[in-house]
Every structure is written in structure tokens, then in C-alpha cells.
């Protein structure tokens, strides 16, 4: 290009220009534009040599491309330059609109700076414009937009003709610098959304892949997964269920869907299942099947949640844990029964009767002298008189169950059931405590039973008792164990009381009937333990069958059996007892062979303010006055 200043512009020079702006655009990357940048200073605007620096994000500036020389390119290509070294460059010399001209008689001081240079060595001017070797002439390129943001600079060196550039070739090296600061600015825009493509793509296609491995993993899992939906009117509705879950529940994916888990969840598990869906978390509950049943299932929830919107939607793993639960209820239920029986044992017995009993107001007090007011109401081990004679003030109870313990005496009772006569057990006076014909409640078990007929009126079932006090024991039903059954707490407890003394005050309480075996030791050691094991569960199987489904019938240890029996009076107590001992009686059938146990009752009654050892102490008390009170035959003879 010319570097004459006269206003007329060859037609040729202007083409070369157009060609070589148009050209930068062409370019598909960003070390293409800059090359191109070079390339066209030395082809269209007359330069020997031209340099593109380009600003890092480090602010330095680097070497980005060369045109004009093969060995100048191989040296500085890809050096760096200090900011500040570029910084003082552009601020020396004339400016020239945007350019900075560094005549060579200021530029020696920049030989040995930092900023990459080629130059060479070459005599003064001979005339005032002429182009010295050491002469610097630099383009600033800013970002477009009106700012002052620097991306790069273009040196030049060595312009055709051997002069300085004029008016026009400045105008045309600044305008071509504008030009290049575009198309490295949209260079870079191609460029940043290329690699945002590239990104976005690689992001899809792990998007995708997460979401097909989701997708395998949700329906091929071996328990069961659900989505269901949060929030609005349809809160809780199942969306998504895979085929495990449809197994599960013996339901199909479409007929689950118009569910949602409060539907189907066992209605006193829905708190559970409501704080579980709010807060996320884990919950053991039961889900209802296609035939109505229950299963029990451990819920595992996962709130997804939209970072814009809030919780979106549940994930939710289900799995099945009714095995786990059986073995859990069966572990349960041999710790606390007997292994041979079948029946609760002492710990389960003692806990049931814990449950019943606790220390009243003025608990010391009451613990001084409740089992004393017991045996007060129920004639003591001793009788109030030595010979038991009177109104039955000194026998079982206050009632009249029998004369005065010892000596035997002679005082109103009920008729014996040990009399030979075999008159049956009926309420009319009888002699009391003693073997005669009619003794009271402890002498009166003995004898033989073969005449035994009912006088009194039948043993009428009565409505069972709502459990023992404390409301998680309702849970235990006879022997079993049904942990759906536990209601809520109660709010209060329900003092346990013994009935009053007269048996015709309607009076009921918690009766405590202790049961022990007589004659079997002897058939243990005749026969042997499989024997005596096989009466002991026919007798456990005797007293089950004698009692209210609501009563607990527990073996101590050994043969010791106790019957806990809530909501009676006195004389249901002692109905009761001669049931379960006129069940017990009847021959045995073991091994073709038939064996015979008796069995001594006593009857204690349970009282808050006592302790259950207390309790169980009186029942075993009475149950001893009662079983010296009649001779090893008679006992035997049951």
C-alpha cells in the first residue's frame, strides 16, 4: 500500500483492503482469526513484518501469531509479555489516533525489556520520514462496545516503499486493527459457546445416562420403589411404582397409581407415615395388599427438591421386613414364655402384674399396711381367735370361707368339696377348717371329687378385662402377642383395689390364684422327665382352656402355675379356683399309660401399694395354709 497523503486512492489498494477485512471473518477458530489478523497487515496493507499480541487472562500478552518472516515466527512465537512492559510501550511516542509510533531514538531504551522483539541493525534516516529498523509502530486492538477493554496489539515493522506510513495508512491500520479487535471478539464468542455446546452435550449425554441408569435401577430393584407427588391437591399421590412394589402389594402399576401411601398405609401407622413424607427419613409401618391383609415394610424416603421451587416429589424405597417382624415377635415371644408350655413366663408375669400396680398417694403409708388390710379382709394365715370358732372371722375371709386356720376349728363356711358324702361344694354352713365333712376353702379341696356336682349356681362367663393397667399390655392377649393391638397410652392410671370383705358387696378385683401341682414329683421320678413334661402341658393346656380369653394363665417354674384374673369378687375367685383344680384332676393319658395330679389353690388379691413380689407371696402363702390343711392322701387323691 502507498503512503502518499494525496486524497486520491488507487482502486487496487482498496480492493486488497476489502479482501483481506473480509477474510477475517472467514476463519473457523480463534488461532485462525489471529493468524489471518497477520497475514493480512503483510498482504493487503504493505508491511514487511507483522506481529498479534494477544492478552491472556492473566493480563500478560502473549505472542499469538506472525506473519512476514519464518525465522522471526520460529523465535518469539508463543513468548510472553509483562502488561506493564506493554503498558509503558503504549504510553512513549507519538500517538497517531489510536496508534503509538516509537521513533528509533526513543525505542533504544526498550531493547531490554521483556516484551518479545525482533529487530535488526541499520543507518540513521537520509531523509525525514524514512523508516529506520529500530523504528516501532503498534495498533492497540479494544473490545468493541465502546469500552476501553485491551485484548491485543499489532506491531508492524518495515513498510513497502521504505517511509513512514502517511495519513492514509494510518487510517487504514487503524481501522483494520477495528476490524481485527471483531473478529477476535467473535472469534472467542464461537469459541466459548463451541465448548459451552461441547459441555452441554457432554452434560445430555450424562443426563441421559444417569437417567437410564435411574431408570434400570428403579424397575429392576429387587424391593420396591415409588415416586409420589408433593405438595397441591394431589400431595401424596404415587406416580411411579416399579414391579417389585406391585408384587409386594398383589397390585397393579395402574391400579397403584390412583392411590397414594396414606391410602393404603394401616390406619394406626398414618403419624408415622405423616412425619415420615414431611421430614424425609426412614419408618417401619404396614401396607394393606390387594386381599386386604397387611405387610409390614420399612419406608425410606428421599426428598427431591427443585432449588427454585421447593420439594418436587418423593423417592421412596419399600422394602419387605414381615419376615424380619415374625422373627422379632418370636424372639419376643420366647423371651417371655415358657418354652414348654407355651405359657407367659415369671419375667412376663411379674411384668404383667407390674403393670396393674403402683405406689398410691401416701405410698409409704399404703405399702406399711396393704397386705396387712389384704389379710385382714380375707382372715390372715393365722385366725383372729385361737380356735377359729364365730362368724368365720378367723378363716379364709371374713365371709366365711372357714374356721379359724389352727387349730382347726368349727365356724360357717362353704359346704366342703373334700366331704366324703360327696354333698357338692354349696354356699350352706358347714364345719370349718378342718377335714371333717365340710371344711372351708383350704380344707375343703381335699378329698376325692367323684361325686362332684355342682350345687351352686354355674360359673357364668363373665365380660373379658381390658388387659393390665398399663396400655402397651394389651398387646398380650392369653399367650400371644400382638403388637397392632397396643393402643395409644392412657392418660391416667386405674388404681388396682382387692374386694371388700362381704362377699355380697359386688365389690371386684385382681385376683391372684397360685397354683401348685401335688403328686407330681412322684410321677416324675417313677416315670421320668418326658412324662412329667407331657403332664405339665396338658395341665398348662387345662388351666388355658378353664379361663376367660382376657386372664393370663403363667407357669412360675417347675410346676407352679398362676392365674391372674382381673374384674372378680370373692366368691367368683373361689368359683374359679374349683374349675381350673376340678379340670386338672381327671387322669392323664401318656404313653398308653394314665397318670393323676392334684392341685392347691391359694387365692391372693393384688393392691396398689404393694409390690409384686408382695402379691405373689400372699397367693403362695395361702396356697401352702391350703395344701397342709388336708393330708397327703387327700391331696393325692386328685
Same mark, same amino acid.
Given at each position: ?41 503483510? =498482504? ?20 499469538? &501469531? ?13 513468548? $510472553? ?54 523504528? @516501532? ?65 457432554? *452434560? ?27 405438595? /397441591? ?18 397390585? %397393579? ?48 424416603? %428421599? ?21 424380619? =417382624? ?40 399404703? +405399702? ?7 389379710? =385382714? ?15 368365720? &372371722?378367723? /378363716? ?9 386356720? $389352727?387349730?382347726?376349728?368349727? /365356724? ?40 362332684y356336682e355342682p350345687g351352686y349356681e354355674p360359673y357364668e362367663p363373665y365380660e373379658p378385662y381390658d388387659s393390665y393397667g398399663d ?14 393391638? &397396643? ?20 365389690? =371386684? ?28 402341658? *396338658?395341665?398348662? @393346656? ?46 392323664? +393319658? ?5 397318670? +393323676? ?42
Amino acid at each position: 500500500m502507498e503512503t502518499e497523503s494525496e486524497p486520491y486512492v488507487r482502486l487496487a489498494t482498496l480492493r486488497q483492503l476489502h479482501d483481506v477485512v473480509g477474510e477475517l471473518n472467514t476463519a473457523r477458530s480463534l488461532a485462525d482469526t489471529l493468524q489471518t489478523v497477520a497475514d493480512g497487515i503483510v =498482504k493487503g496493507l504493505g508491511y514487511e513484518l507483522a506481529c498479534v499480541n494477544l492478552v491472556q487472562p492473566d493480563g500478560d500478552l502473549v505472542v499469538a &501469531a506472525f506473519a512476514g518472516n519464518a525465522a522471526a515466527e520460529a523465535l518469539i512465537t508463543g513468548r $510472553v509479555g509483562a502488561r506493564a512492559s506493554w503498558e509503558r510501550r503504549l504510553s512513549m511516542g507519538e500517538t497517531w489516533g489510536e496508534l503509538r509510533y516509537i521513533p528509533h531514538t526513543e525505542g533504544w531504551i526498550l531493547l531490554d525489556d521483556d516484551v518479545p522483539q525482533w529487530y535488526t541493525e541499520g543507518p540513521d534516516p537520509r531523509f525525514e520520514d524514512e523508516w529506520h529498523p529500530q523504528d @516501532r509502530l503498534y495498533a492497540p486492538m479494544y473490545a468493541p462496545g465502546g469500552g476501553r477493554e485491551l485484548l491485543g496489539v499489532i506491531s508492524v515493522d518495515r513498510p513497502r516503499g521504505g517511509r513512514r506510513p502517511g495519513p492514509w495508512g494510518r487510517e487504514a491500520l487503524q481501522m483494520y486493527a477495528s476490524q481485527a479487535a471483531i473478529a477476535i471478539s467473535n472469534a472467542r464468542l464461537r469459541a466459548n459457546m463451541q465448548r459451552a455446546l461441547v459441555r452441554l452435550e457432554r *452434560e445430555q449425554q450424562a443426563l441421559r445416562a444417569s437417567e437410564e441408569s435411574f431408570r434400570q435401577a428403579f424397575e429392576y430393584a429387587p424391593s420396591g420403589m415409588a415416586i409420589a407427588e408433593m405438595g /397441591g391437591d394431589q400431595h401424596g399421590r404415587l406416580l411411579r411404582t416399579n414391579d417389585a412394589l406391585c408384587r409386594l402389594l398383589g397390585r %397393579s402399576a395402574s391400579a397403584i397409581r390412583r392411590y397414594s401411601f396414606s391410602d393404603l398405609v394401616h390406619p394406626e401407622d398414618i403419624g408415622t407415615l405423616l412425619r415420615t413424607s414431611a421430614e424425609g427419613g426412614r419408618a417401619e409401618l404396614r401396607l394393606a395388599r390387594r386381599d386386604n391383609s397387611y405387610v409390614w415394610v420399612s419406608l425410606r424416603n %428421599s426428598v427431591v427438591a427443585d432449588t427454585t421451587d421447593g420439594p418436587r416429589f418423593l423417592l421412596t424405597h419399600v422394602e419387605d421386613i414381615e419376615e424380619r =417382624k415374625r422373627n422379632e415377635l418370636q424372639l419376643a415371644h420366647r423371651a417371655s414364655h415358657d418354652s414348654l408350655t407355651g405359657l407367659p413366663n415369671s419375667a412376663e408375669l411379674r411384668a404383667r402384674l407390674s403393670a396393674r400396680l403402683c405406689e398410691r398417694p401416701n405410698a409409704i403409708s399404703v +405399702r406399711e399396711t396393704a397386705v396387712q388390710a389384704v389379710d =385382714k379382709a380375707y382372715g390372715g394365715y393365722e385366725g383372729d381367735n385361737g380356735n377359729g370358732a364365730g362368724n368365720g &372371722a378367723g /378363716g379364709y375371709d371374713e365371709a366365711g370361707y372357714g374356721g379359724g386356720v $389352727v387349730p382347726y376349728g368349727q /365356724g360357717p363356711g362353704y359346704g366342703g368339696y373334700n366331704g366324703t358324702s360327696g354333698a357338692g361344694y354349696a354356699p350352706v354352713p358347714a364345719p370349718g377348717y378342718g377335714p371333717g365333712t365340710g371344711g372351708g376353702y383350704g380344707g375343703g379341696y381335699g378329698g376325692a371329687v367323684e361325686g362332684y356336682e355342682p350345687g351352686y349356681e354355674p360359673y357364668e362367663p363373665y365380660e373379658p378385662y381390658d388387659s393390665y393397667g398399663d396400655p402397651a399390655e394389651r398387646a398380650f392377649q392369653g399367650d400371644g402377642f400382638d403388637p397392632s393391638a &397396643a393402643p395409644a397410652p392412657l392418660d391416667h392410671h386405674v388404681h388396682t383395689v382387692a374386694p371388700g370383705a362381704d362377699p355380697d358387696d359386688g365389690s =371386684k378385683g385382681l385376683a391372684v390364684l397360685f397354683c401348685d401341682l401335688d403328686g407330681f414329683k412322684s410321677i416324675n421320678d417313677r416315670f421320668g422327665h418326658n412324662t412329667g413334661d407331657a403332664v405339665l402341658i *396338658e395341665v398348662a @393346656r387345662r388351666l388355658n382352656t378353664g379361663v376367660r380369653d382376657g386372664d393370663t394363665v403363667a407357669r412360675l417354674g417347675g410346676d407352679e402355675f398362676v392365674v391372674l384374673a382381673d374384674g372378680l369378687g370373692a366368691t367368683d375367685a373361689a368359683d374359679l379356683a374349683v374349675r381350673l383344680r376340678n379340670a386338672i384332676i381327671p387322669p392323664i +393319658r401318656v404313653d398308653g399309660r394314665a397318670v +393323676r395330679v392334684g392341685a392347691s389353690f391359694g387365692i391372693g388379691w393384688a393392691s396398689c401399694g404393694m409390690t409384686v413380689e408382695e402379691v405373689l407371696k400372699s397367693a403362695d402363702q395361702r396356697m401352702y395354709i391350703e395344701k397342709r390343711s388336708r393330708s397327703k392322701v387327700q391331696r393325692r387323691a386328685g
